[in-house]
């Protein structure tokens, strides 16, 4: 086949040599060298003319945010001289302001809440204390007498009760998919509503909404605190999604789906720096134990404002029930002490009860009974209780669970007062009040492995056990047969070691420890 002859280059050989490089592929038409540059020129120049302005835009833009943030500061520091309250001799009080939007429930979230605020009026007289509360359903009067019924708290001077209209926003219910950033959003309107109702001097999350920090601090100009009961994304969430463990925050369906788990655990750790940047905003920090402590310095890294207060155990109501050796075997209670929440895991306690009923043996216990008394919040909890009653009829043991909600500190005093054994089992709980309460009042404890059970309470104390640590089902069933198998005597040497170990819980131990870790906040 005849070839055609070949065209010479612009330049000849010497250009083919120097410049073989930039030859163009076979088939598509060369550029002369001048072109080249024309067109690199131009595109230099028209990235430019894009870029400057987009520059100079962005840069006004940010100035504008600016200067908006600054005018509604100014405008609210204006709106809290004028609405502010008049003290006396003319002195305005300074605004202690706590954001608890469930402030009427019956957790130990609520009873740090109460004894904080307890504490804070005996130690600064020219103090007014404000509550952001949800809580419409209840008068100011009625929430103070729920404080003193649920917890034997009462205060020594009046707080100014701020009720919220949009607290459905931090609802979980709300937000069926991407519930953490869904509440964390929320929990900001909710704030800027509770601002624009009230601007304090000083600003308190006493309930873990970490994203209304910033808000407080920037724009409403208020030195800011909180206690963190539970942090709200902890790297053992992250090591369940990234190992695909199913627990009840991490769906089957989601464990099933390597695609799924991978875009959630991208999701989480996005949340995580985002929640670590609100934290940081935070002049104080409180958590309740060293498991939190350990999560929160990973995340937010606030170590030099950071400390531990153990929540207020009222420890010495329940030391003054008696504690002596058992006399009758023929009936024995399990008691829990825990809101009806997901997290607690009763349906745990009820299937581990089930196990022992099955497996009880000719000589124990002829009689077994397991009362769970808890806090309802809302309906989601009440409709909880239905379902853990259901689940009692198809394990066929209604007969021996008991369920007592929203009941009161007397009563709640009796159960734990004849109980043999004080049953928890929350993976990973942040603390445990119900743990403590149980120790306190002569219960043999049985709580989870994890979390603040495993590292602050259950633990030897003088060398002595003081209770004791269970993960599963079988688990617990094993744990619940031995205790019941001790003589009375042991349970009692078991009874009095825990009773010792609880002091460092206290009231008193609380107060301490709160006024010096706020203290910052008041200089």
Same mark, same amino acid.
């Given at each position: ?20 490089? =930039? ?22 120049? /028209? ?28 405008? /609210? ?44 009026? *005996? ?36 707080? *100014? ?7 459905? /926003? ?9 519930? =953490? ?60 999604? &990234? ?112 196990? =022992? ?19 309802? &919040? ?5 409709? &909880? ?18 369920? &007592? ?17 004080? =049953? ?98 008041? *200089?």
């Amino acid at each position: 086949m005849p070839r055609l002859p070949a065209c010479p280059s612009p330049a000849g050989s010497q250009w083919e040599r120097g410049n073989a490089r =930039l030859a163009p592929p076979p088939g598509l038409p060369s550029l002369p060298s001048g072109r080249h540059k024309m067109v690199a020129g131009g595109t230099g120049r /028209l990235l430019c003319s894009l870029l400057v302005p987009a520059l100079f835009l962005s840069g006004a833009l940010c100035l504008c945010v600016a200067v908006l943030l600054w005018g509604v500061r100014l405008w /609210l520091q204006a709106r809290k001289r004028r609405l502010g309250p008049a003290g006396r001799d003319g002195q305005r009080p300074v605004l202690v302001a706590f954001f608890h939007p469930y402030c009427n429930a019956g957790g130990g979230g609520e009873r740090v809440l109460w004894c904080a605020i307890r504490t804070l009026q *005996k130690k600064y007289k020219n103090i007014t204390c404000v509550v952001y509360t949800g809580d419409r359903d209840a008068t100011a009067e009625e929430i103070v007498e729920g404080a003193f019924r649920r917890f034997n708290i009462k205060l020594t001077h009046p707080v *100014k009760f701020v009720f919220l209209e949009k607290r459905y /926003l931090v609802e979980a219910s709300l937000y069926p998919h991407f519930t =953490l950033l869904g509440q964390s959003l929320g929990s900001v309107f909710l704030g800027w509503e509770a601002l624009l109702k009230c601007v304090p001097d000083i600003y308190i999350d006493s309930m873990g909404y970490a994203f209304t920090l910033p808000l407080f601090k920037y724009l409403g100009g208020c030195r800011v605190g909180c206690y963190v009961h539970y942090p709200t994304i902890s790297t053992d969430m992250l090591s369940v999604v &990234r190992n695909q463990d199913t627990r009840f925050n991490n769906a089957a369906f989601i464990t099933n789906n390597p695609l799924i788990s991978k875009f959630k655990l991208v999701y989480y750790y996005l949340f995580a720096f985002l929640y670590g940047l609100v934290g940081s905003c935070s002049d104080v920090v409180m958590v309740n134990s060293s498991w939190t402590l350990n999560h929160i310095l990973s995340i937010w890294r606030t170590g030099a404002c950071t400390s531990v207060v153990y929540p207020p155990c009222d420890v010495q109501t329940f030391l003054d029930i008696p504690l002596e050796e058992e006399k009758s075997t023929a009936e024995c209670s399990i008691v829990s002490v825990s809101q009806f929440r997901p997290e607690k895991d009763h349906p745990l306690q009820i299937r581990a009860f089930a196990k =022992l009923l099955k497996e009880k043996r000719p000589g124990q216990q002829p009689s077994l009974k397991l009362i769970l008394i808890g806090g309802c &919040r809302n309906q989601q909890d009440e409709e &909880r209780v239905n379902n853990l009653k259901r689940l009692c009829e198809e394990l066929g043991v209604s007969a021996n669970v008991m369920f &007592r909600v929203n009941i009161p500190f007397e009563e709640l005093k009796r159960h734990l007062a004849e109980a043999t054994i004080g =049953l928890h089992t929350m993976w990973n709980e942040h603390f445990g009040i119900g743990v403590v309460e149980c120790m306190a009042a002569g219960t043999v404890i049985l709580a989870h492995n994890s979390g603040g059970p495993k590292l602050d309470i259950v633990v030897p104390y003088e060398g002595h056990i003081t209770g004791f640590l269970a993960e599963n089902e079988d688990n617990y069933a094993e744990k619940m047969a031995y205790i019941l198998s001790l003589s009375p005597e042991k349970r009692l040497e078991i009874r009095e070691n825990a009773r010792r170990s609880v002091y460092r819980f206290s009231d008193r131990h609380f107060e301490e420890t709160f006024l010096l870790s706020v203290e910052p906040l008041f *200089k």
